[in-house]
């Protein structure tokens, strides 16, 4: 008599951050070749979406590009179970515009300025006479909430003229937009796009988006396994980008 098949292992969910999903994706499917566990990597719907699947117990793991939301990271604790992140690499985030734009560099204050509304044409940076389109993500988003707090601080907003949308909406968007402006992170921008190089005199430290893997309390042994491979990947990854 033939014995029963074992069932099948329960799949590990992962939600979250639009900026991580590809990269998940890749790690994911080298994981399943060498170890006996069905890894679903769900579409990026972003950091704030990852934290609350955690939080309705609808993902194993969240993927994330910043910090957990202030209501988010308070219900956690209200549990005992506060959000666990593993950092897998760190990623810079750059500011960009489309490969037509003569402008080739500014300062930090100059895309405050541009970004808070406070300059508004291009001409006044060095280009054409022509309105800046500023595109922004969801303030929900980890890489945008990185990219806010280190440009903008606690005392300024985005322009109310700046269209927010989601990454890759803004890059295609900026792809056919030759005035707009934009951000994100260096792994994930289109090569056809082109990085605005920072102007200041004085040296100046990279806005880095952080890219996280994230539990609710304690980790699962599989969850474990799966976190200790992506970071590993991960800093893999990072050292052959810094020698390319």
Known sequence: MNNPPHPPSPALQLTGSTTLLPRMQRIAEA??????????????????????ALLDGT????????????DLAAAAGARGLPFR??????????????????????????????????????????????????????????VSTSWRQRLL??????????????????????????????YAPHMAFPRHL?????????PVDPVYAPLMLVTLGPWTLPAARFIAYAAAAGQAGAAEADRA
């Open 31 to 52: 994981y399943m070749e060498t170890h006996a566990v069905r890894v679903v990597v769900n579409g990026g719907c972003g950091t704030a979406r990852g934290y609350k």
């Open 194 to 202: 082109k990085v605005l190089r920072i102007a200041d005199t004085a």
């Open 59 to 70: 993902t194993d793991i969240a993927m994330a590009s910043g910090t957990a939301p202030d």
């Open 85 to 142: 992140a593993t950092v897998v690499r760190r990623d810079a985030i750059v500011p960009l515009v489309h490969a037509s734009n003569p402008v080739d560099a500014l300062t930090l204050l100059q895309l405050r300025n541009v970004f808070t509304g406070r300059i508004a044409d291009w001409a006044r940076l060095g280009g054409p006479r022509a309105p800046i389109e500023v595109l922004v993500g969801p303030p929900t988003g980890g």
């Open 153 to 182: 601080g606690v005392a300024d907003t985005y322009t109310p003229l700046a269209r927010v949308l989601g990454t890759d909406d803004r890059l295609a968007r900026l792809a056919a937009r030759p005035f707009a402006i934009t």
